[in-house]
């Protein structure tokens, strides 16, 4: 299996509206582990591991579940796996 991470940043009005409540709800429908957390800065940075198909359509998901209109930007990387993740959780 092509397993892979994704991290990406999504910058915008992506605090306080339930950004990562809706993306850790929305992983639940995915074979995806890893974190989502607000960041100093105004972003929230989502880590996200699985094949990597299934990460394509876990972030369209995301922003397909009413979050694109509070996203006005995302830095998107992809990285080798770490294996370090047992569920997707909400991470302070």
Do not use: C
């Amino acid at each position: 299996m092509n397993r892979a991470r994704l991290v990406v940043y999504f910058a915008g009005r992506v605090q306080g509206v339930g950004f990562r409540y809706t993306t850790k709800n929305t992983a639940l429908g995915f074979e995806v582990v890893g974190t989502v957390r607000n960041l100093a800065d105004g972003r929230v940075e989502l880590i996200a591991e699985g094949a990597r198909q299934e990460l394509e359509d876990f972030l369209q998901a995301v922003r397909d579940a009413g979050l694109g209109r509070f996203i006005k930007g995302e830095e998107i990387r992809w990285e080798n796996p770490t294996h370090l993740f047992k569920g997707f959780e909400i991470v302070s």
